[in-house]
Structures are given as C-alpha cells and as structure tokens.
C-alpha cells in the first residue's frame, strides 16, 4: 500500500503530517529538527478503538513527548473505528458486552473473542503494512518501540513483527485465552502500565498476563487510581524504558 501525505502542520517544534495507506488514515509527528539530521527512530502508538479524530489529543501529547526525545511517532486508525466501515461482528460483541455488563454479569470468554480477535487479525498486518511504508521515508530510521492502545494487537505485533525491539503495555482491556499463550512467546523488552483500580479491568487478569510474558525483561509498573488517572511521573518512566531500547 502506498502512503500519501494530505497535510502538515507544525506545532511545537513537531511536524505533524496525516496520511493515507490505501484507505487507512494515519498521522506521523517528526521532530521539528529531524530534516536536518540523520533519521530518527520511531514510535508506533497504539489507541483504543475510538477513533483518531477522538483521541488525537492524547495522541498528540504523547507524540510531542517522543519528538522531545528525538523520536518520530505515528499512528493509524483502527479497522471498525473513525470513517472506516463499521466491523459487523465486532459492532454485535459490543452490544453483547453492553447488555451483560448492564445486566451486572459475567463477561464470557466468547464475548471476548468476538470483540477482540477479529480486531487483532485485520489490524496488525495493517501496523506491518504501515511501518513498511513509514520506514522507507528519509526522515524515519530505526529501531521501532510500539507503545500502548489495545494489549492484544501489541502483544501479536510483539510476537510477529521483527522490527519492533521493545513496547511499552497498557494493562485494562479484555484479553481473550488465545492472548495468554501468544504472551508466552513474546520476547522482547517490555515495560507494563497499570492502573490498580482500573473500574473496567480485572486485575488478576492483568497481573497473570504479565506473568506469562516470555521476555527476560519486563518490569510492571502499578499506580493507584482508574483508568484515566495515570500520573504523570508514569509517563516518564516509560519515555526512560524507549530510550534506553531505541537510542
């Protein structure tokens, strides 16, 4: 898939420039400076299926955080999120999940393979096809660090994409069985966020995911508070871990 820039803009010493891949949209930040001087290594930001327009606030402050350590960024919209075509199955296990949930039952394990597994196999070999393209740009060198958004698409990335050397987890999405065995045989750097009171995550869940990482490191990393109160010191440290494994 070719990739076809349709804007830029700069803020704070970061170019931000959205794309196209084929029909996926997709936005990479540069360093301000990085036309200037040898490529840089690069980030991939992972996000919750929400949609790019949505998130990109976040996105966008993780992004300047990177380009500030001398990292490109760059991230694509998710299959079923934003403008792309909705995602039949998927759209019918969120509305299964809302109806236990409401319901105050369990969530099944088939409830949760419906939700995520199809998401994982159309979007990974997206990442693949994306980070093809972002790597044959001047600007963009390696190595590549994959961090955040949903842990079962950067666990399959981990596991079957050589190019990505460390990543950096969030704990507090649904993981299905299938996930955990996948999780045995990943083994590169990981550094693992959690928040310990995460209302819509099962901690257990989250804790015996982290024990089945096959990596010889991997360090987690818990604070207090849900799932939007990460603090900000926890940022640093995973800007810490991508440095000392991308630079």
């Known amino acids: 898939?070719?990739?076809?820039?349709t804007s830029e803009q700069c803020l704070d010493d970061v170019i931000e420039r959205e794309f196209t891949l084929g029909e996926i949209p997709?936005?990479?930040w540069t360093p301000g400076s990085a036309a200037a001087s040898a490529p840089v290594p690069l980030i991939l930001l992972g996000h919750p299926p929400l949609g790019l327009r949505k998130m990109h606030p976040r996105l966008a402050t993780r992004a300047r955080h990177a380009a500030a350590d001398g990292f490109a960024a760059a991230t694509i919209e998710l299959p079923g999120s934003g403008d792309r075509p909705r995602l039949a199955a998927t759209e019918?296990?969120?509305a299964d999940l809302r109806r236990v949930m409401e319901a105050g039952e369990p969530v099944s394990d088939e409830i949760i393979d419906a939700l995520v597994l199809p998401l994982v196999d159309q979007a990974v070999p997206e990442w693949q096809a994306a980070l093809d393209a972002l790597l044959s740009l001047p600007e963009i060198g390696g190595?590549?660090?994959y961090s955040g958004g949903v842990i079962s698409i950067g666990i399959r990335l981990a596991v079957v994409e050589p190019r990505?050397?460390?990543a950096g987890l969030f704990a507090g999405s649904f993981v299905p069985r299938a996930t955990f065995?996948?999780?045995r045989q990943v083994t590169i750097p990981l550094h693992v966020l959690l928040q310990w009171d995460d209302e819509g995550n099962d901690r257990q869940a989250a804790l015996d995911l982290f024990d089945a990482f096959g990596s010889k490191e991997k360090s987690l990393h818990a604070n207090m508070g849900g799932h939007t109160g990460v603090p900000q010191y926890a940022g640093d440290a995973a800007a810490q871990f991508f440095t000392r494994?991308?630079?």
Do not use: D, S
């Not at 898939?1 to 820039?5: G, K, R, S, V």
């Open 1 to 5: 898939m070719a990739l076809h820039f």
């Open 26 to 28: 997709g936005i990479l």
């Open 92 to 94: 019918q296990a969120r």
């Open 143 to 145: 190595p590549v660090g």
């Open 164 to 166: 990505i050397v460390a």
């Open 181 to 183: 065995e996948e999780a």
């Open 245 to 247: 494994h991308l630079k």
